[in-house]
């Protein structure tokens, strides 16, 4: 058997005449997959964490952060992607989300897509990737052409590439900086990526982000300070957070709120007293640290 249909795409004999079945055992199966899924991440956690370190050292240093990925990989790179801007206000300009096929592959199959190098190329340069850039590449096989000549031609650039599989000779480890294996074994469906292989991909994929954007300062005593604020239930959960940090009342909180354009962080200084001009100046000086810029203010 070849390396690349190891894992992810052998067929185990334990599923034969799966089929025939009982439903409730069929289910059993399914359910005990998902859980070798989730388990088998505490072994990369020691690789998440050093990816995560390094991703938010670039991003402090000005990068942008590119998903990549084909198929149900590249849907779930993508999810993550767009998800950082409403949970963590991670700037639109700083984030790009590529998947094989382009916009349309988000609801329609585009196979043929994910064996174009070509096209993966030619977006990673049409976005002038440079040193400062950050590759997260996502593919359960990671032999995907498509997501492996991005990886190599992003590592030529001298971008951090990051590479997250579930076999444990992906290609695209050859071409990584750090390498994400997730050891989610063969399918109850065979080859079907989407169900185990998937689970444990979303599982890194939000523990790598959620790691990193703590880093960043984004995350403060386990809460969203840096969310983006756009309707009233989010309003709500600000001024909640404002009165959570800072033990003020609700109605401080909401105006404190409102005084900073509901830029919760900037409101937590409020709260506490500190001028708008001092808040400002502080978050600044410390790369929108609220917790250091708090320290800065005693």
Sequence with gaps: MSK?????????????SLDTWPAQDILESLWASQLRAISCIQH????????????AKRL???????????????HLAIQD???????????????????????????????????????AIDALNKHAINAQDV????????????????????????????????NRHAPTFEHADHSIFLDSGSEVIAGSTRMAAGTAQKAALNMLSTLTMTK???????????????????EK???????????????????????ADKN????VLLAMKYTKSDAEKALANNQGHLRQAMEQLK
């Design 216 to 234: 960043l300062g984004h995350v403060h005593d386990g809460l969203m300070v840096s969310m983006v604020i756009n309707n009233e239930k989010l």
């Design 81 to 119: 992607c767009v998800e950082l801007n409403p949970t963590y206000g991670w700037p639109l300009d700083k984030m790009v989300p590529l998947i094989a096929g382009g916009k349309d592959a988000l609801l329609a199959p585009m196979g043929g897509a994910e064996d174009n190098e070509h096209i």
């Design 44 to 55: 990369a956690i020691p690789e998440i964490s050093a990816s995560a370190e390094a991703i």
């Design 4 to 16: 690349e249909m190891q894992g992810t795409e052998k067929h185990s004999p334990r599923y034969h």
């Design 237 to 259: 959960r600000g001024a909640a957070i404002i009165q959570e940090i800072t033990g003020t009342d609700s109605e401080t909180s909401k105006n404190c709120l409102k005084a």
């Design 135 to 166: 590759i997260i590449a996502v593919a359960a096989s990671g032999s995907t052409p498509y997501t492996l000549a991005a990886v190599n031609h992003a590592q030529s650039q001298g971008c951090l590439v990051i590479s997250i599989a579930n």
């Design 60 to 74: 402090t240093d000005g990068g942008r952060l590119f998903y990549i990925g084909a198929g149900s990989s590249g």
């Design 264 to 267: 919760i962080k900037l409101a």
